[in-house]
């Protein structure tokens, strides 16, 4: 088993719960850890053996242009793509990040971490 990481995508999106949120929006950080078998890769150095990278990132910038109330909602979305198109994943973690939330206080981020196996 091994893990391939996807952290510190930076997007732009239009999630929350004020109609405001959705209408300004707001900088977000999306962090993602996979499970799967990486053996077959680490000898025949062949990207069809592995969890290609480039395929989160395209999932998490496509799933975050979708607005949502809530964050639960995008990082389950997130995860049910990743389980979807690359089916050698057996594990996944998903944690989104609002950065400056408008929460009436001095908060720098809030995070919704979801965990899923298939």
Known sequence: ???VEVSNIRVYAHHGCLKEETIIGSDYRVDVAVKASLKKASKSDELVHTVDYV????IVKEEMKVPSKL??????????RIFKESK????AKVAVTKINPPIGGDVAEVTVTIKSKR
């Open 1 to 3: 088993m091994g893990k």
């Open 55 to 58: 395929l989160i990132n395209h």
């Open 71 to 80: 964050l639960e909602h995008v990082a389950e979305r997130i995860i049910k």
């Open 88 to 91: 050698m994943v057996t594990r």
